[in-house]
């Protein structure tokens, strides 16, 4: 186990923690204001991926056809927030839970009639080679995009919540919200416009993701459960929250999966420690959560009062 | 001179409800017979499979209805009584009467150390905490190369009861399930009907207000917690007899919102609704994908009507028929008591 | 609360009825078929299916002289999906054969459904090494290969080339293991590391990073369907094809991969039982008539789904159409007097085929397509398996 393979793992860790983050955030958003748990936050993920393979075949260019899918993914975002999600606001949480579950089903078995149960998706052809980062680390230029792209959506957001108007009516409404609607906010916009967002950043992880892993029905629910538990430790409504609680688990996740079974290794046979290693290492992110809570009862960072 | 007391009428209530699940028995008691000789018994396997679920969905009423606990971690209980089942078969160990309540004793162990933590929290925290330990089991069977990891369990044969209620094995095991279903609901409705039961409902409305009266309200969530998980982990342990085969996708987040889906299909709250959401959902599931696979995008409507409309679940219709029908027995009460 | 249970009931109860299967009518073969045809490994299970029924179809619609009823579902690479179809084949269908799985762990799952009934199990893929030795079945018949076969190939391969290092990839199931085992029977050589990855795995990163810090000579893997796509492709993106020369069985590098890694596999060596330039007259009948109706070249899944077919046929053509008499039925798939399209078929005392071995490489065809050419001489002759001594069945 050589320092190049940990430095390697700590950049794919980054690398998933970006992309988990861009979850994340939509959903600690749309928590946090309209204290509503979604769900189908991971299909929103799914669709921007098969939108964007979908759209490739008509436009040959893989970044271009993002661009649509993320816009039509946020468009479809906001008609779904306008028309259902509207009404469970006022609901309980296990409605919430329930109705949104219901609404998995739906988009999974939609987009399976639609697209089939799988599309194709590579990266493009001009980033399929890797790039030579440090003497003797030789990365994947496509994941170093994906790192890129991932650190400026964060930067944007940043400045979006700090600086500007509208992310100052966010955080008003995920501190307390009856307040800053007596505060005359239109809070009915800021909520769809909050849930746009959200859905646009899914498509963009969604989309980004799909050359590494697949674009198939199905694949929202494993890194929904994730983004959930991001959120959890992140603190409620917090972004920055979100992204330092993203790279942790991503962190942890990632390298736990990698070197973890070279620990095994040590002490069991092959195939045992092949298949302790990722199972601890997604233990140890849920035991992460667990110490946090513990420590830290509403996250690290919650926003809520 | 001898005035004869008035005439407390026969509630007619009762007696249709005793006439009812008079039906309801025989027709489950002859349906072996009544498939075998329709030639459709393949399908005693599919009734045996629903039943089993609802004895799963009816453990969830008890601490998602009657005690408003959204556990989203329950899966893990029925798959906890699974395993250890088909591990303990798999081992040699095939004697019921051991193995079934040392798979009950187990849930309802981790039962308590995992409702120990996580009735220290409320609203999504609980809902995040109990996921969480749920995951981690899944996570943990699906390492276990031992046990057959992410590839599960296959075992070669089932339970031996000491006492063979059929020579088909299928049939034996249709009553087995049936019996099991059965004290399980006699139990459930005995406790949510004593003290402790209003206790329990008390705390689902107002769980401040009950510890404000003296009642440590955290023993009472504990325990119903326990309860529910070791019937939980019994229809893990049927499960796992009928299939002959458990897998960690049984533990999966998606199963406990399953088992969540049948709850309120069935009707949050109410003794059997467990029962009747596991049987509608199945049925569902088994009725439209023989015309099309996409036979989750009909319940997953269903489903969202029914929330919707109809928050409390089927049993919201049955609130409103029963206004309808108290209407009615008002003048037939009225008219009993007219000399 | 008495009337919404009649009525529950009474829908449930009418819905049951409405799922009566058709009546079975004697004088025709019945064959079940479960196979993965959806998700990201789905090109193997379809082209098994896509093969069996041309077989059917150039047969005039039957198997063995009898009118063929063949029933396919998808067992979406889970094994309680396979595990319910197969009940549901054997118990409402109530076949006469059952085939078409693609992997070991789902077919090990759900073959216990068979038990009962005695049901054919003909694999047209998946063949672990258990129940080639202890575990052993009458009713089960391996028409592809024993899961070691390809891997003993390549690590004998490997050993003749002279290659001093390995490092092995392989994912956590039964064949995955079934594979390493293969390979290091035959391969002389130093195994640096053997490392298991999860079934169904896509990104190989990880994996990727730990093979360059290792430094092997070569590298051998085995991940069939989309696992192999997604694990090439990640592969050639690193860079290490420059360090580390690649090596895999055919289930690597067959028209599935090459479809979905494009121009990056030429020249990649593989080891397999079957190869479309196979000079038989069944073989070339085949490539001829899949191309024709499919418009796409077969893999070597489906020349084992049409020598599957082609089996039963045979079988069932010498049974005079005899099913229910189970034991003939078996003599005859035992004796297997088909036009195999590899050449010539046998199968061993443990119903495993003996076989030779050949090694390819990608190459391109007069039209400038990427296939697979059998290169020199078969590289193992007449192999069974290491197990068939462990088989009571003699």
């Known amino acids: 186990m050589t320092g190049i393979l940990i430095l390697e793992q700590a950049l794919n860790g980054l690398q998933f923690g970006l992309m988990l983050f861009l979850l994340a955030s939509g959903l600690t958003l749309v928590f946090g204001i309209m204290d509503m748990i979604n769900l189908a936050h991971g299909a929103l993920y799914m669709i921007g991926a098969f939108l964007t393979a979908w759209i490739v075949q008509f436009t040959q260019s893989f970044f271009l056809s993002v661009f649509l899918a993320v816009i039509l993914t946020s468009l479809f975002g906001m008609l779904l927030e306008k028309t259902l999600l509207k009404t469970l606001y006022a609901r309980d949480h296990m409605s919430q839970v329930l109705a949104t579950f219901a609404l998995i089903l739906i988009l999974n078995e939609s987009v399976k009639m639609i697209w089939g149960t799988d599309l194709p998706l590579s990266a493009p052809d001009y980033l399929s080679g890797p790039v030579e980062i440090m003497p003797g680390l030789m990365y994947s230029s496509y994941r170093l995009v994906i790192i890129a792209t991932g650190l400026l959506i964060a930067l944007l957001l940043y400045l979006l919540v700090s600086q500007t108007k509208m992310g100052a009516w966010v955080r008003a409404g995920a501190s307390n919200r009856s307040m800053a609607m007596a505060m005359g906010i239109n809070i009915n916009a800021l909520f769809t416009s909050v849930f746009g967002l959200g859905a646009a950043l899914c498509a963009v992880a969604g989309a980004m993701l799909s050359p590494l892993l697949a674009v198939q029905v199905g694949m929202g629910e494993n890194i929904l459960i994730l983004a959930f538990v991001v959120i959890v430790i992140g603190g409620i409504g917090s972004v920055w929250g979100a992204f330092v609680g993203s790279i942790l688990v991503g962190c942890v996740d990632t390298m736990g999966r990698s070197l973890l079974p070279f620990l095994f290794r040590e002490f069991l046979p092959p195939q045992w420690a092949s298949a302790a290693g990722p199972a601890v290492a997604s233990i140890l992110v849920y035991v992460l959560m667990a110490v946090v809570l513990f420590i830290k009862p509403q996250g690290l960072f919650n926003q809520r009062s | 001179m001898s005035s004869t007391p008035p005439q407390i009428p026969h509630n007619p209530k009762t007696l249709t409800h005793a006439i ?155 009553f087995v399930v049936l019996i099991f279903l059965l004290l399980s609901l006699y139990f459930i409705h005995r406790i949510m009907n004593s003290k402790f039961g209003q206790v329990i409902k008390a705390l689902k409305d107002d769980d401040v207000r009950v510890d404000s009266i003296g009642i440590h309200g955290f023993k009472y969530k504990l325990a119903i917690f326990v309860i529910a998980g070791a019937i939980g982990g019994l229809a893990g342990a049927l499960m796992v007899n009928q299939q002959k085969y458990v897998s960690p996708n049984l533990l999966h987040w998606t199963q406990s919102g399953i088992l969540m889906v049948m709850v309120i299909l069935g009707g949050v709250g109410t003794l059997s609704g467990g029962l009747w959401g596991a049987l509608l959902l199945l049925t569902l599931e088994s009725v439209i994908s023989e015309y099309t696979l996409h036979w989750q995008f009909y319940v997953g409507w269903i489903l969202l009507a029914v929330i919707l409309m109809a928050p409390k679940g089927l049993s919201s219709f049955s609130v409103l028929w029963s206004r309808v029908s108290k209407v009615g027995q008002f003048k037939h009460k009225a008219r009993a008591i007219k000399p | 609360m008495k009337f919404k249970k009649v009525l529950a009931l009474s829908v449930i109860g009418a819905c049951q009825l409405l799922t009566l299967s058709s009546i079975q009518a004697a004088d025709k073969v019945k064959v079940g078929f479960v196979s993965t045809l959806s998700g990201p490994s789905a090109a193997l299970g379809v082209d098994i299916r896509d093969a069996f029924q041309l077989a059917v179809k150039l047969n005039g619609g039957k198997l063995g002289g009898l009118p063929a009823e063949v029933i396919v579902s998808d067992d979406q690479f889970k094994p309680d999906v396979a595990k319910e179809q197969f009940e549901k084949m054997v118990k409402r269908e109530k076949v006469d054969f059952l085939t078409g799985v693609v992997f070991s762990n789902i077919m090990l799952a759900a073959l216990p459904e068979t038990n009962e009934s005695g049901t054919f199990y003909l694999s047209p893929n998946a063949a672990p090494s258990p129940m080639a030795g202890k575990e052993c079945s009458a009713n089960f018949f391996a028409v592809a290969w024993p899961n070691d076969a390809y891997h003993e190939a390549a690590g004998q391969y490997a050993t003749n080339k002279g290659f001093k290092s390995a490092y092995l990839l392989a994912p956590n199931y039964q064949a995955g293991q079934d594979s390493l085992a293969g390979f290091k029977r035959y391969y002389k050589g130093k195994v640096v590391n053997e490392v298991y990855t999860k079934l169904g795995q896509l990104d190989y990163a990880a994996e990727l990073a730990e093979v360059r810090a290792a430094k092997p000579e070569i590298l051998y893997t085995f991940l069939p369907g989309g696992m192999g796509v997604n694990f090439i492709k990640q592969f050639m993106a690193s860079g290490l094809a420059k360090e580390t020369k690649l090596i895999v069985p055919g289930f690597g590098a067959d028209q599935d991969i090459i479809r979905g890694v494009g121009a990056d596999m030429l020249g990649v ?62 003599k005859n798939l035992m004796e297997a007097k088909f036009a195999s399209v590899r050449g010539d078929f046998k199968f061993n005392t443990n119903h495993y085929p003996i076989q030779n071995y050949y090694v390819r490489e990608v190459v391109k065809d007069a039209q400038g397509r990427l296939v697979n050419k059998i290169i020199g001489q078969p590289i193992m002759t007449n192999h069974g398996d290491a197990y068939v001594q462990d088989c009571k069945m003699k």
């Open chain 3, 269 to 330: 060596f593989d080891t397999s039982h079957w190869g479309m330039d196979l000079p038989n007259a069944a073989n070339k009948k085949f490539v001829a008539e899949f191309e024709k109706e499919y418009k796409r070249l077969p893999t070597l899944y489906a020349s084992q789904g049409y020598d599957t077919a082609m089996l039963i046929d045979a079988a069932v053509k010498a049974s005079n159409g005899n099913l229910s008499d189970k034991d003939l039925v078996r």
């Open chain 2, 20 to 174: 009812g699940l008079s039906l309801i028995l025989g027709l489950a008691l002859a349906m072996p017979y009544l498939l075998d000789k329709l030639g459709l018994d393949y399908y005693l396997g599919t009734l045996t499979k629903m039943m089993i679920y609802g004895i799963a969905a009816c453990s969830l009423n008890l601490i998602l209805g009657y005690g408003g606990l959204v556990s989203f971690g329950h899966a893990a209980y029925v798959g906890i009584g699974a395993y250890a089942v088909g591990i303990l078969i798999s081992q040699g160990h095939q004697n019921a009467w051991i193995d079934i309540p040392l798979a009950v004793m187990l849930c309802a162990g981790f039962a308590f150390m995992i409702g120990f933590i996580c009735l220290r929290t409320r609203g999504v925290y609980f809902i995040m905490i109990t996921l969480a330990f749920a995951q981690m089991l899944y996570y943990l069977s699906n390492s276990i190369k031992v046990f057959g990891g992410d590839e599960g369990l296959s075992i070669k044969s089932r339970l031996d009861f000491g006492v063979q209620l059929s020579s088909k094995s299928d049939v034996h095991l249709y």
